[in-house]
């Protein structure tokens, strides 16, 4: 369920660690002024769609586990903190642009969209996974996700850069060719050092 960042069931280190966690009461308050929950959220809506929390920390586990294990208990609570507000700020903006640009698309596109995206695991298949889907499909299930998951996450990226670009490129002027000229000069040097 996804609670408030800093509720009792956001991920904890000492939680991960020992697989259960005391909350509720005031530091130095008797065991019977008990502090108020906070409300339990199962899931955030924005707009057509609903965030779940274990969406939002999906494929994170190693670097929370290298977190945990290099920071003290205060700083990791701050890192989980500070990390949660940064994926949900990302994840809201993503769930906000794939909405807009869903809304512009014609049959034709999502087809079209659907085709590539089948190439497209087709293609990680048959490279990354000598051609065997149900090797792909266990590592996704180590990470947490599955096979229409990732094909979901991929069809949204598509939709999502293509709508940028639609959107985006165009309010972009081209640089001029003293523009560029001037950007080769300033970095001529370390160009041929490389």
């Not at 019977?32 to 994170?60: C, F, H, M, Q, Y």
């Not at 995206?117 to 051609?131: A, F, L, N, P, S």
């Amino acid at each position: 369920c996804m609670t408030p960042i800093g509720s009792a069931s956001a991920p904890s280190k000492s939680g991960a660690r020992s697989g259960s966690r005391s909350h509720g009461a005031h530091a130095g308050a008797t065991s019977s002024a008990k502090r108020p929950e906070p409300p339990a959220v199962d899931r955030i809506k924005v707009g057509t769609e609903a965030l779940r929390a274990e969406e939002l920390w999906n494929g994170l586990g190693d670097e929370l586990t290298a977190q945990s294990k290099a920071l003290p208990d205060s700083e990791f609570r701050r890192f989980l903190e500070q990390r949660a507000a940064q994926l949900l700020a990302d994840r809201v903006a993503e769930m906000l642009l794939y909405q807009k640009a869903s809304a512009r698309l014609s049959g034709n596109s999502e087809k079209g969209i659907d085709r590539f995206v089948d190439t497209e695991i087709r293609k990680t298949v048959t490279e990354d996974y000598g051609g065997g889907q149900r090797r792909y499909e266990k590592e996704l299930e180590s990470r947490g996700t599955t096979l229409d998951d990732a094909r979901e996450k991929l069809r949204r990226e598509i939709i999502i850069a293509g709508f940028l670009e639609a959107e985006i490129k165009p309010k972009i002027g081209e640089p001029t060719r003293d523009e560029l000229q001037a950007a080769f000069d300033t970095e001529r040097d370390s160009l041929r050092k490389k």
